[in-house]
């Protein structure tokens, strides 16, 4: 009965497709348990790439069933455009591949142009990725939202839509002296939405339970990463839903007692999009360096908007804190090879808060800002580690640098990515 999930232990962007792409060979089910298309991950089908926002990465693969749980926030022309292009592809993106949840609420046009209008009335924005998550989840916690279940009856769904697109309208023009969404269009549109996406709304909650009791494999795919938890994270610079270990059984479910492994995913530096404290930011140059130039789809630019990243060194400190509250059973260290060529190394190891060093967060998320990271410099290394597959063929100086955060958080490095193709990693023998 076995329940496994991937989670980014980070602030997302770990390069979690790797692993999961490798799980879910052998699952029954994908699950996405949060978030929406804020998200992004590139999928490798033959010698093409696929920029999928909301399908699961399972459906790749023939027999896995793909679900979108309760948990999300769904964009149905999002989701209708990825299983056209899927559909190009030659893969099947039926029903009997793709089940949503009846609970998962919906993003209507309303929603994102309620998130610009609101991050331009911040004082400080938030830097959201502009698709409507924060708005499609305050409706949700005020309880007017609109969910997926609603797709299966135009006539009752239909007045409901044009109540939230009218509402949505009046505070658009009223308060934020915005334009307000086309409402007779965004009708038409979710009508065509409503009977292509009905079939696809099933007992999601069913089908992971009774696939758990069968002894079945379930993966519960994450998107976003821990430290943009709406309670953990670095608030109010965090996304509105909760991708952590908590959420996703809340998302999926279940309980705890049919977890087996939480496998947190790092990338072997830091780095964030948007706003907020980001402790070990590193200088432009060598920010530039671990971002590389945005011409591979793997360099450091946003999968949904494009923008650079922030990068900065590896925060042991914050690896700390996602692992306690996730309990990681394992990591998948990401892009190793790209601190190749870097003469020093820095890693994070403890904090320096009002006068004292601390090796554990000091404070909440929110007071980071005020929190002086304390370094310990690692010996780099110069090799080309890409041609890599066993843990012994890594230079010396990179068994150290993982083997360092390994000490630091107490949870062991299972696979390390050593470069961009699927085949560049390294499954460790523990
Ligand atoms: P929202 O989720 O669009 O509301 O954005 C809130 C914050 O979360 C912003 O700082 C975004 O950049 C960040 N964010 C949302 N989704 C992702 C993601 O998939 N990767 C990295 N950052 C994300």
Redesign the pocket.
Same mark, same amino acid.
């Given at each position: 009965m076995p329940l496994d999930l991937i989670l980014g232990a980070q602030?997302?962007?770990e390069g979690k497709g790797r692993i999961t792409d490798a799980l879910a060979r052998q699952a029954q089910i994908v699950a996405r348990f949060s978030?929406g298309d804020?998200?992004?991950h590139t999928l490798t089908a033959g010698a093409q790439h696929l920029k999928l926002h909301l399908v699961p990465s399972g459906i790749l693969h023939p027999g896995v069933r793909c679900i979108l749980a309760a948990g999300m926030v769904i964009n149905p022309a999002t989701l209708i455009e990825e299983f056209d292009q899927l559909e190009a592809f030659g893969l099947d993106v039926s029903p009997a591949r793709i089940a949503i949840s009846p609970s998962a609420h919906l993003i209507t046009p309303a929603h994102r142009l309620l998130?610009g209008a609101e991050e331009r009335l911040r004082g400080a924005p938030?830097?959201?990725?502009?698709?409507g998550?924060?708005p499609a989840y305050t409706e949700k916690a005020a309880r007017r939202g609109l969910r997926a279940e609603e797709l299966r009856s135009w006539s009752a769904f239909a007045p409901r839509l044009r109540s939230q697109l009218e509402s949505a309208a009046r505070l658009l023009e009223g308060i934020y002296k915005e334009p307000p969404p086309d409402i007779e269009a965004v009708m038409r549109d979710f009508e065509r939405y409503a009977e292509r996406l009905r079939d696809y709304v099933a007992n999601t909650d069913a089908l992971v339970a009774t696939t758990l009791s069968e002894g079945g494999n379930v993966l519960g795919e994450g998107?976003?990463?821990t430290l943009?938890d709406l309670d953990h994270g670095t608030y109010p610079? %965090?996304?509105?839903s909760h991708p952590t270990t908590a959420g996703a059984l809340q998302s999926l479910g279940v309980g705890p007692s049919n977890l087996r492994k939480v496998i947190g995913v790092v990338k072997a530096f830091q780095t964030? %999009?948007?706003?907020?404290p980001f402790p070990t930011e590193a200088s432009e140059a060598d920010a530039a360096r671990l971002r590389g130039t945005g011409e591979q789809p793997w360099d450091e630019y946003?999968t949904?908007t494009g923008r650079p990243r922030r990068c900065g060194w590896l925060d042991g400190v914050l690896l700390r804190y996602t692992t306690r509250l996730n309990g990681f059973t394992e990591f998948s260290i990401t892009k190793l090879d790209v601190l190749s060529g870097f003469e020093e190394l820095r890693i994070a190891v403890a904090y320096r808060y009002e006068g004292q060093r601390h090796p554990d967060l000091p404070c909440t998320p929110a007071g980071l800002d005020r929190c002086e990271p304390v370094y310990e410099n690692v010996v780099g290394w110069n090799a080309d580690i890409r041609s890599s597959r066993h843990w012994n063929q890594l230079p010396p100086e990179a068994r150290a640098y993982v083997e360092r955060i390994e000490r630091l958080t107490g949870v062991t490095a299972a696979t390390i990515s050593v470069g961009p193709e699927r085949s560049e990693w390294i499954e460790r023998t523990l």
């Open positions: 602030w997302g962007d978030g804020n998200a992004g998130d938030i830097g959201t990725t502009g698709r998550i924060g998107a976003q990463g943009l610079y %965090v996304t509105s964030r %999009v948007g706003a907020g946003g949904t």
